[in-house]
C-alpha cells in the first residue's frame, strides 16, 4: 500500500483536537521513512525479486525494526512523546500514535508475509500485491472517501485552500499510478542502489509538504481551530 497510507491521516485531521494535516502525513508513513533511512544506512535490507508479488518486486526480506509490530507500535509511541513534548495535547498525541500504528494494519491487507510481531519468527501478510484486480481498486477507494471527507470536513481560506487541494490530491494519484506502471526489473537486484530508497523518500518529502500546504490553507469546519499546529 502506498497512498492508502494516507486515509486515516486525512480522515482524522478534520477532527479539531487532531494535529493537522502535514503532521499526520508524518506519522502515516513514519514507519516506511524509517525503514528507507534504515536502507540507506544499511541497518534493515530490501531486494528487487521479478515476481515475487504480482504488483511489485519489492523483497521486504529484513524490516525487523521498522515493519515488526512492536517496532510500528514504538514509533506510535516516540511520535506521541514527542507530540506532547511540543506542547501538544495528550489527545493530539494520541491521534498522531494510532495514525503511526495504522501502517502496520494497512501493510498486512497487502503485503506478502513478510511482516512480523517481534522481529522474527512467523510472518504475516494476506497478500493483495498478488491480486491487483482487488488491491487497486481497494486502495483508490480507501484514498477517495478519506479525500471526500477531508474536503467536505474542511474550507479553503481563499484561493490557496481550494487550490492546494486539489494539487495534493492530484499528485498522490500521479505518485501511485507511478508506482503501479513502473515495470518490474529483469533480473534480481541485491542490494537495491541507493536511488531507490532515496526517491521513495523524495515523493514522501514532497506529498508531505503538499499536505502541510493543504492543512494551512483549509480550516476545519467543526469549530475553531485547535491549540495544535
Known amino acids: 500500500m502506498f497512498i492508502g497510507h494516507y486515509a486515516p491521516a486525512l480522515l482524522l485531521a478534520t477532527d479539531r483536537r487532531s494535529p493537522r494535516l502535514g503532521p499526520l502525513f508524518v506519522a502515516a508513513q513514519l514507519v516506511d521513512l524509517a525503514f528507507f533511512t534504515f536502507v540507506l544506512l544499511g541497518i534493515e535490507h530490501m ?4 515476481g515475487i508479488t504480482t504488483m511489485n518486486a519489492m523483497d521486504l526480506y529484513d524490516m525487523r525494526f521498522t515493519h515488526s509490530l512492536v517496532g510500528t507500535a514504538a514509533f506510535a509511541l516516540i511520535f506521541a512523546g514527542v507530540w506532547r513534548g511540543r506542547g501538544g495535547t495528550w489527545m493530539a498525541a494520541t491521534i498522531g500514535g494510532v495514525v503511526v500504528a495504522s501502517h502496520w494494519l494497512l501493510d498486512l491487507i497487502v503485503h506478502s508475509p513478510d511482516l512480523t510481531i517481534f522481529g522474527s519468527g512467523y510472518r504475516y501478510g494476506l497478500g493483495l500485491w498478488n491480486l491487483p484486480q482487488v488491491e487497486m481498486p481497494l486502495e483508490l477507494a480507501i484514498t477517495a472517501i478519506a479525500l471526500t471527507w477531508f474536503y467536505s470536513e474542511t474550507q479553503a481560506k481563499g484561493v490557496a485552500g481550494r487550490v492546494s487541494f486539489w494539487v495534493l490530491a492530484g ?8 508506482n503501479w506502471l513502473t515495470p518490474q526489473p529483469a533480473t534480481i537486484i541485491d542490494p537495491v542502489p541507493a536511488s531507490q530508497p532515496l526517491l521513495a523518500l523524495f515523493a514522501y ?9 493543504t492543512g494551512a490553507t483549509r480550516e476545519r469546519n467543526a469549530g475553531p481551530v485547535a491549540l495544535d499546529v
Open 171 to 178: 499528485v498522490m494519484l500521479l505518485f501511485q499510478a507511478i
Open 47 to 50: 531486494r528487487m525479486v521479478p
Open 205 to 213: 518529502a514532497v506529498m508531505t509538504a503538499l499536505a502541510w500546504w
